[in-house]
């Protein structure tokens, strides 16, 4: 028919508009407006990283507020979360994390669109979901939001996942659609705590493997920004054996996780034994201070220790008054102050020297061949070494991690 045009030629002419607008609006090109893309690796930047997401889904109403102004959830406690930073000035301007699929915490997803992971899981597809994606208002229309996602696709791609997930507003569909995000699940409410719509879309990592054939120009454009002109694809394996020995430090982990938010007292049983295989033993009794797990079992959340007393707040890193600790009494975690032996015990390992606290990190290459990729989580290893010399297991297995809403143009 004379001036008919096919639905690939309309899509793509869309794609087309869709790409010119974003381009004009500052997203990918290079002006990041000075800010430093890299992944967050210290208890600072991780800290600063979780600060914007709270903020910035705080403003949009996805979630209420936190007393601590930090968004944690049980896939910020593992070293193999990825979480990829804008940083300008010392200041957190755009976060995007990535959670790998594991057999223990599954995706952040599953919480609404459960039935369709497990189909995609049934398939034999190793999963990973891009989360905590957030953007300081001033940097969303720059390069920061497209570099960020540059820095998942790197991630995913080198990492051997083949499927990337994504729960957005539906609002925010179009950038997704042209990074070659599919819908996935219809809409839902992502949180059961108050109305939070959202879709779930699939993005096919190994697109991304393969030579950009039969593509319209805005889809080659993608695949070359994703792949050949990607430069953090030669940056994301340091970056992840950087991170890894920032984070398996037991000041760090106590810093994020009983300082700045009391996050583990807020663990289930299940959660805190699976933080237990994951940072190992002896570090997770120094952090936690729980030496039994099993007199937790059957206990609610809001019935377990608190892990860092209030009361406590302001003194010195292990102190505890004659009232609040007793070592024949209060080392049972029904009092709480097992955690208080574990920060007694940290302190003297900062108060003894630096290099007592150097056995609770990870040395770096002893990550070299961690990562199972046939399975998608990491082998457990001998991660520090006592020292009389003979090795003090600290093994863990670490799954790498996840995703949800991008705010920018908004």
């Given at each position: 028919?004379?001036?008919?045009?096919?639905?690939?030629?309309?899509?793509?002419?869309?794609?087309?508009?869709?790409?010119?607008?974003?381009?004009?609006?500052?997203?990918?090109?290079?002006?990041?407006?000075?800010?430093?893309?890299k992944?967050?690796?210290?208890?600072e930047?991780l800290?600063?990283?979780?600060?914007?997401?709270?903020?910035?889904?705080l403003?949009?109403?996805?979630?209420?507020?936190?007393?601590?102004?930090?968004?944690?959830?049980?896939?910020?406690?593992?070293?193999?979360?990825?979480?990829?930073?804008?940083?300008k000035?010392g200041?957190?301007?755009?976060?995007?994390?990535?959670?790998?699929?594991?057999?223990?915490?599954?995706?952040?997803s599953?919480?609404?669109?459960?039935?369709?992971?497990?189909?995609?899981r049934?398939?034999?597809?190793r999963?990973c979901?891009?989360?905590?994606?957030?953007?300081a208002?001033?940097?969303?229309?720059?390069a920061?939001?497209t570099e960020?996602?540059?820095?998942?696709?790197?991630?995913?791609?080198?990492?051997?996942?083949?499927?990337?997930i994504?729960?957005?507003?539906?609002?925010?569909?179009?950038?997704y659609?042209?990074?070659?995000?599919?819908?996935?699940?219809s809409?839902?409410s992502?949180?059961?705590?108050?109305h939070?719509?959202?879709?779930a879309?699939?993005?096919?990592?190994?697109?991304?493997?393969q030579?950009?054939?039969?593509?319209?120009?805005?889809?080659?454009?993608i695949?070359?920004?994703?792949?050949?002109?990607?430069?953090f694809?030669?940056?994301?394996?340091?970056?992840?054996?950087?991170?890894?020995?920032?984070?398996?430090?037991?000041?760090l982990?106590?810093?994020?996780f009983?300082n700045?938010?009391?996050?583990?007292?807020?663990?289930?049983?299940e959660?805190?034994?699976?933080?237990?295989?994951?940072?190992?033993?002896?570090?997770?009794?120094?952090?936690?201070?729980?030496?039994?797990l099993?007199?937790?079992?059957?206990?609610?959340?809001?019935?377990?220790?608190?892990?860092?007393?209030?009361?406590?707040?302001?003194?010195?890193l292990?102190w505890?008054?004659?009232?609040?600790?007793?070592?024949?009494?209060?080392?049972?975690?029904?009092?709480g102050?097992?955690?208080?032996?574990?920060?007694?015990?940290?302190?003297?390992?900062?108060?003894v020297?630096d290099?007592?606290?150097?056995l609770?990190?990870?040395?770096?290459?002893?990550?070299?061949?961690?990562?199972?990729?046939?399975?998608g989580?990491s082998?457990?290893?001998?991660?520090?070494t006592?020292l009389?010399?003979?090795g003090e297991?600290v093994?863990?297995?670490?799954?790498?991690q996840?995703?949800?809403?991008?705010?920018?143009?908004?």
């Open positions: 028919m004379l001036g008919h045009r096919s639905p690939d030629r309309e899509n793509a002419e869309l794609a087309d508009r869709k790409m010119g607008l974003l381009k004009r609006a500052g997203l990918f090109g290079e002006d990041t407006k000075g800010a430093t893309i992944r967050a690796c210290t208890a930047e800290r600063k990283a979780y600060r914007l997401v709270h903020d910035v889904f403003d949009n109403g996805y979630l209420r507020p936190e007393p601590s102004g930090l968004r944690l959830r049980i896939f910020e406690t593992t070293s193999e979360t990825a979480t990829f930073i804008a940083e000035d200041e957190v301007v755009g976060v995007l994390s990535v959670v790998g699929d594991s057999p223990d915490l599954g995706l952040p599953d919480a609404a669109f459960k039935p369709e992971l497990a189909a995609l049934a398939t034999g597809l999963l979901e891009l989360t905590n994606q957030a953007v208002e001033a940097y969303r229309k720059s920061v939001p960020l996602m540059r820095c998942a696709v790197a991630h995913g791609m080198q990492a051997g996942y083949h499927e990337g994504a729960t957005v507003s539906p609002s925010h569909h179009g950038f659609d042209l990074m070659g995000f599919r819908q996935l699940g809409e839902r992502y949180s059961h705590k108050l939070d719509p959202v879709i879309l699939r993005m096919d990592i190994n697109h991304y493997r030579p950009p054939k039969g593509l319209g120009e805005t889809a080659r454009f695949h070359h920004f994703a792949t050949e002109s990607n430069q694809l030669l940056q994301v394996a340091d970056w992840g054996k950087l991170a890894r020995r920032h984070f398996l430090n037991a000041d982990l106590e810093q994020l009983v700045d938010r009391n996050f583990l007292a807020e663990c289930t049983p959660e805190l034994r699976i933080l237990q295989r994951r940072w190992g033993q002896e570090m997770f009794q120094v952090v936690t201070g729980i030496m039994d099993t007199s937790l079992e059957g206990r609610a959340a809001d019935s377990l220790p608190a892990m860092a007393d209030p009361a406590l707040a302001g003194r010195p292990g505890a008054g004659a009232d609040e600790f007793n070592f024949a009494s209060d080392l049972r975690p029904s009092h102050g097992s955690l208080v032996f574990g920060r007694y015990l940290l302190g003297l390992a900062t108060a020297s290099r007592i606290l150097g609770f990190t990870v040395e770096e290459e002893l990550f070299d061949d961690t990562i199972d990729r046939g399975r989580w082998a457990p290893s001998n991660l520090m006592g009389s010399g003979r297991s093994a863990a297995q670490h799954p790498i996840r995703s949800r809403y991008w705010n920018f143009l908004s």
